[in-house]
């Protein structure tokens, strides 16, 4: 069974920068696509990011387009999400998720990302 462990996270000031990354395990489809999502206390859970394995084409929410970076590494299967100019509406879980065709099966444990002002 595919498996996903996130890792990276912390508590940074605003305007720092932290990057995360997700180890994926198992036998992943190579046409899956791997995600970051984001869920702050009280909200929905957010797309963040996104990058078809194969291949690597990405996908942004807009609200961090521009400052976040997600990449893929085949060698080692990791996914990483390098988040520039972090600002406080950013605080959040973030979850790395893998599927196929927008219905993502397996999730990571999350981990915690928080900016303070």
């Known amino acids: 069974q595919v498996q996903l462990a996130e890792s990276g996270g912390g508590l940074v000031q605003a305007g720092d920068s932290l990057r995360l990354s997700c180890v994926v395990t198992?036998?992943?489809?190579?046409?899956?696509?791997i995600a970051w999502w984001r869920q702050a206390p009280g909200k929905g859970r957010q797309f963040v990011a996104s990058?078809?394995?194969?291949?690597?084409?990405?996908n942004y929410a807009n609200s961090v387009k521009g400052r976040f970076t997600i990449s893929r590494d085949t060698a080692t299967n990791t996914v990483s999400l390098q988040m520039n100019s972090l600002k406080p509406e950013d605080t959040a879980n973030y979850y790395c998720?893998?599927?196929?065709?927008?219905?993502?099966?397996?999730w990571g444990q999350g981990t915690q990302v928080t900016v303070s002002s």
């Open positions: 998720g893998a599927g196929i065709n927008g219905f993502y099966g397996y």
């Open positions: 990058i078809i394995w194969s291949g690597g084409s990405t």
């Open positions: 198992g036998p992943l489809d190579s046409s899956s696509a």
